[in-house]
C-alpha cells in the first residue's frame, strides 16, 4: 500500500526557513517521479517542485526559484523540500506527490505559515 507521510510544517515569521520531509513506503521508490504541491486557501493546487527518480534533474515553479530546494535520497525513500526566504504568499498545505506506473498518489499534507 502506497504511504506518503509529510512533516515539517510550522509557524514561521517572514523571511524564515523550514525544511519539509516526505517519507515514502509501499512502493518502488527509486522508479517514481517525486513532487511538492501546495494549495492555499481558496486556491488552486499549484506544483511548487519536482525531481526525477535519480534525481538528477529537477523543476521548480517561477514563483520560488531560488529560493526552494528539492532533494531526494533513494535510500531512505524520502524527498525533502528546502524553503528560505518565506513570505506570507507562501502559506499554504503542502502535500507530497508520487507519480509512477501511471498513477499519481498524495499524502496528506502539511501545514506551513508564514506570519508575524
Known amino acids: 500500500q502506497v504511504h506518503l507521510a509529510e512533516s515539517g510544517g510550522d509557524l514561521v515569521q517572514p523571511g524564515g526557513s523550514l525544511r519539509l520531509s516526505c517519507a515514502a513506503s509501499?512502493?518502488?521508490?527509486?522508479?517514481?517521479?517525486m513532487s511538492w504541491y501546495r494549495q492555499a486557501p481558496g486556491m488552486e493546487r499549484e506544483l511548487v517542485a519536482g525531481?526525477?527518480?535519480?534525481?538528477?534533474?529537477?523543476t521548480y515553479a517561477d514563483f520560488v526559484k531560488g529560493r526552494f530546494t528539492i532533494d531526494r535520497d533513494n535510500l531512505k525513500n524520502e524527498i525533502d523540500l528546502q524553503m528560505n526566504e518565506l513570505t506570507p504568499e507562501d502559506t499554504a498545505v503542502y502535500y507530497c506527490n508520487a507519480d509512477f506506473d501511471g498513477r499519481e498518489y498524495w499524502g496528506q499534507g502539511t501545514q506551513v505559515t508564514v506570519s508575524s
Open positions: 509501499g512502493f518502488a521508490f527509486n522508479r517514481a517521479y
Open positions: 525531481i526525477v527518480n535519480t534525481g538528477f534533474s529537477r
